[in-house]
């Protein structure tokens, strides 16, 4: 018994961490050597101290770790509790105490045993990773900002120049200049499209794009896309066809046509020279469907699988040539598919071609079918009156000149009072009304709105139209409930979301 019992003191007074054995009544009855190392104190000026061991507690940590040996002599057990020492040089060091109770052969409690460990190193670790992540943190929000002001400040101006395109367009009868014309508008739509890309990503990023998950058949969305993406397919000189479907499926049908339109893009942008073929297919697979675009193309070496789905990633062009693209198709494709929550694959051959695919829920029923591509017919707006407010008279003259090509008499004010005002002189009630989000004086969009109405008694259908890209503003835009254009607005969206106001004015009143 003696023998076994100094055994026992012999490997306690051995271990490396610093261990106390405290009677039921929270006494401490034996403490071993490693103490000293990691507090400056000896067991003798321990075990003689007036408040051990919550004396050599940090005195920030010591309520706490009080209330825990409270609840250890109560018979408790925890384990990797951190707290701070404090050293007899009055340096601080981290450490972690777990505990337990003791009991004797009979089973009856001789009070518990605690063992510190420090967790300097831990600490440090700790503290450098959270220090990093804050940093890359604050550096993707900077990013966004960066991202938001420039798209912002860039679709202000690109906007004006659309409409005046568009309106030149319509004037044009000399071919040459028609060439030229053609040529600028081919450039504006191109700068807009990079535009659609960032906010796109950064729409993504704040999650205001709502999901509308729908039922519809895959051959409508095939025959869209075909309308939308031939021409430019068949003038690169590449035969793209699409295999009939007759599966419906259920998932968004704008966000899934987004996804598919950006991998038949590339898979026309990256198509070998000759005999250039992509085609769009649909395969049972489990309890879905895959969609798979396959291009005979150039492919993607196996280290870069991965890779070309990040931000502005492109294979090979580091000059950045603009007219291989953004680098942010599959960025957004990746970002859809995850809040659609579809699979998305590709396998590749170098040298050989690509195939991309999206993995899709097929529909229990095909009979609840609720969505159908619209038409795209081309609206005009003759004989309406529209009135139009944005602080900045630039985007007004390019409005004006583009809806008056379009057939609409149009009213411009940059603010609330002055548009009142005009009207009322020129005698005139707009049938509907097109607000820029942000106006003078910190004025929004929506509110002008609703003072314009309030001054001419009537409800009258309005659009607004938004330039922000800065996902906090693009929440507030969107829960003012009122139709939402994004700058640069396309000529046709504008007509035709105008139009639909019109119309829907007309139907409910
Ligand atoms: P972008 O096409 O605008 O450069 P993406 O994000 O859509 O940007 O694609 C990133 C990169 O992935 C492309 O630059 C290209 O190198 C590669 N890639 C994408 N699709 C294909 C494809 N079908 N075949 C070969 N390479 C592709």
New binding site residues.
């Given amino acids: 018994m003696q023998h076994s019992d100094k055994l026992f003191e012999t490997i306690a007074n051995y271990t490396y961490d610093w261990e106390t054995w405290f009677s039921p009544d929270g006494r401490a009855l034996w403490v071993n050597p490693a103490v000293e190392r990691m507090t400056g104190y000896s067991v003798a000026e321990c075990l003689s101290m007036e408040g051990y061991p919550l004396a050599l507690v940090h005195p920030e940590d010591r309520n706490r770790i009080e209330a825990h040996l409270l609840s250890a002599a109560g018979g408790s057990s925890r384990n990797d509790v951190e707290f701070r020492i404090l050293r007899k040089d009055r340096e601080e060091v981290w450490a972690a105490v777990s505990w337990q109770t003791i009991v004797d052969d009979a089973g009856a409690s001789i009070g518990f045993r605690t063992s510190v460990r420090e967790i300097n190193e831990r600490k440090r670790v700790e503290r450098e990773l959270r220090r990093a992540y804050e940093e890359a943190e604050r550096a993707n929000r900077a990013k966004s900002r960066f991202l938001a002001a420039a798209s912002h400040d860039l679709r202000q101006p690109l906007q004006a120049a659309s409409l005046f395109v568009e309106s030149l367009c319509q004037e044009t009868t000399d071919p040459q200049l028609r060439h030229v014309v053609d040529s600028l508008r081919k450039c504006l739509s191109s700068t807009s499209d990079l535009l659609d890309a960032l906010l796109d990503v950064s729409r993504l990023d704040a999650g205001v794009l709502e999901v509308q998950p729908q039922v519809f058949a895959i051959i409508d969305l095939f025959d869209r896309l075909q309308t939308d993406l031939s021409p430019a397919a068949a003038s690169g000189g590449v035969d793209l066809r699409f295999a009939p479907s007759s599966a419906f499926v259920e998932t968004d049908p704008i966000l899934l046509g987004r996804v598919l339109q950006?991998l038949i893009s590339?898979?026309v942008?990256?198509c070998r020279r000759e005999h250039a073929r992509v085609l769009v297919g649909a395969r049972r697979s489990g309890a879905g469907i895959r969609l798979e675009v396959w291009?005979n193309?150039?492919?993607?070496e196996p280290d870069q699988l991965d890779t070309?789905f990040e931000e502005f990633?492109?294979?090979?062009?580091p000059q950045r040539d603009r007219t291989?693209?953004?680098?942010?198709?599959?960025?957004v494709v990746r970002r859809i598919v995850g809040l659609l929550d579809l699979g998305l694959d590709v396998r590749?051959w170098p040298g050989r071609g690509?195939v991309?695919s999206v993995q899709v829920p097929l529909a229990d029923s095909a009979r609840e079918a609720t969505w159908t591509p619209e038409s795209q017919v081309s609206e005009r707006l003759d004989g309406f009156v529209v009135a139009a407010v944005d602080d900045e008279p630039m985007q007004l003259v390019a409005m004006s000149a583009f809806l008056s090509s379009q057939g609409g008499r149009v009213v411009t004010a940059t603010g609330v009072d002055e548009l009142v005002a005009t009207l009322e002189r020129r005698g005139l009630v707009p049938d509907a009304l097109v607000v820029d989000y942000r106006l003078r004086d910190g004025e929004r969009g929506g509110d002008a709105i609703g003072r314009i109405r309030e001054a001419l008694g009537m409800p009258v259908p309005a659009v607004l139209v938004t330039g922000d890209t800065e996902p906090a503003r693009l929440l507030e835009a969107n829960a003012s409930g009122f139709e939402l254009l994004h700058k640069p607005v396309s000529a046709g969206e504008l007509v035709s979301t105008i139009a639909r106001a019109l119309r829907s004015s007309a139907s409910s009143g």
């Fill in positions: 950006n590339n898979a942008r990256y291009d193309g150039i492919g993607i070309v990633y492109q294979v090979d062009n291989r693209g953004l680098g942010l198709g599959l960025a590749s690509s991309f």
